[in-house]
């Protein structure tokens, strides 16, 4: 507001603008929403990442500390496993994968900016985010009454198969813990959002988002001694949700095949896998010659298996030094927004379906490596 | 140097950079994501029964309904080794005989209209099993693989004829009479195995029958097929005109009998009289 103001006074008003917006976007937040609501539509989406690098610069000239962490150190490697995964057999260059690693890199080089009080304002922005994905996803599902057929109507980048609203269920965590702090509207508008979420998880027919929210909410309630009934009782609802979608077992026969394919493929290019994206490429010929499901598959459905196979061990090294960095970066450290568990939904999630072709990976894993540093500062009693 | 500034700015370029350069990275990103990137749809325009031995044009359109885009959709044609097909509009390479026709990047809601013709060998018979299968040879933008297998009866349509090369006979030496008749398969499919009757008779004796095409006496109870634009000469050999013999009647025909196939029973006939006084009759 001081800033219009200052700008409204003229040439001399320029400079105090100036100022206000470099005092707003001193941290990471502006940049960091302005990015991920862009990302809500496939229109807009392209543009995050501009945006976001321009609303990223106060912050970036404000930096004034000159050593890298281990987190930065971590996500550098993991750009650089990207490309050295390139050296596969099976690597198809497309400027669109590379994409989304770049963003993760400057996102978690930015988090290092947070300020007090953060962490809350990204928990309130996701549940924003998430409610700007679910609506047009709802809209286009009441229409088409097909979940593959409305996420792909939707138009929201983050949301390719009925799979990926699992990213929301990995923010239940958060998103309760919201709750439980603030009282009145924002209460009630957070449980309205995760009772859309349910109902939108069911229609969708997604198992793995019911069994993350589950889980994540389930642990995070079971540390904490009024919430323990709450979190056994919600996961108990879960595993008679999951069981009540009724898909049976195909699917993971399926997935097991494609994760017997994964190995396979690990196997046989063990140092920088197959190449980012190859998967698609080489999978099939690990296949039984009857697949289970005869669609054609471009990811695992396992973030370490489709690690393994597509950057092989040096990318494999990378993560595993990403997550190191995390909890370090963690340990120790009391906030009110516990990251661990949101990292075992996410962990559960990435095991039987995320793929680091999904945008939201990328954005929901740098958001998980940096925060610890957007929750410092922060009073709270529970453990990370 | 800053470290960490030069680090953060250059991720940050890079960020936008890649962004900037590769202007549809969500929907790319995004499209790869499918399980079906492409969805390609294959419909066959084929006749009801296929004529060996003659050309027969059929068409086919290879559709994509999307979401991305086919970069290399290729068609690939069977239909047994008695068949050859050739491309007429649609394909931007056809290779034979592996029978791999390339087609033009297909975009998403978008349909090619391919124009072939296949030829069956003219003696073909039965069923013809054709077979198309289109796909995006781009694997990573996940083939859409599409599949069809017809099979259409086959009716041989032969049209034949039989005609005197020489009306007049020729008379042998020792006094006998001679008539070739011509009996031709105009197609366009073969006949095979057809029925030959001879129906000439003579007063005299038995009228002989000798196959002089191909310069064994004994083809026409061996004929196997009779192809399209060939023929036999058959040479028929009667016992010369007589008291005991005034009229002799050549007759020949032709009609292929197979199953399932209808043919016109084709055939010549004439009756040959002579004046002929018996010495002191009058």
Redesign the interface.
Known sequence: MAAVEGLMRGPRGLASFARAFGAACGGPLPALAAMLIL?CH?TT??????V??VL??PA?WR??????SLV?ASA?AIALAFAVSGLGPGW?F???????V??F??LV??ARHARQGDAARVVALLAVVALLQLVPALVAYTRTGDPSLAL?DA?V?WL??PNDLAWMACAWPWWIALARERAGATRIAIVALLALQLVAFVLFGSRIAIAAAAVGTGYALLRDARGRWIGAGALGLAAAATFALGKGVASLEARMELWRAAWSLFVANPVFGLGA?GF??GYREWMPAIPVDP?????PHSLPLELLAQWGVVGFVAVALALVASWRSARGRRGRYALAPVAIAFALVACVEA?A???WVWMFAALLLAWPRLDEGQEGTEAP | M????T???T????????????????????L??????VDLQLGLQLPTVVVPGEPTPFGLFAENAG?GTADYPVLLLSGGNNMQIEGVSGCTSLELPQRTCALAPLVANWAHVLRFRFHLEPFSRGIVVFGAALTSEA??T????ELQVVSIPIVAEAETRVAFVDVVPETLVDGRLAWTVRVDNDGPSAAISPFVYNASWAYGGLVDVQCTSNGTASCPDQMNYLGPGSGWNIRLVAPPLSVDNPEIQVGYGVQPQEASNAFDNDGVWLVYRDAFFRDGFE
């Open positions: 990302q496939a989406a392209p543009w995050s990442f501009v976001m690098v990223a610069l970036w930096d004034d500390g000159a050593r890298l930065d550098l198809r497309d400027g669109a994968n590379a994409v989304p770049a963003g890199v400057a080089l930015l792909r138009a980048p390719v198969v994206h698609v490429a669609r054609v598959t471009p990811w793929s072709m999904r945008l | 800053n470290l960490r500034r680090t953060t700015a991720a940050l370029l890079a960020a936008a950079l890649a962004s900037v350069a590769a202007p549809g990275w969500s929907d790319t990103l995004r790869q994501g499918y399980y079906d990137y979401p694997v990573d996940n083939p859409g693989n």
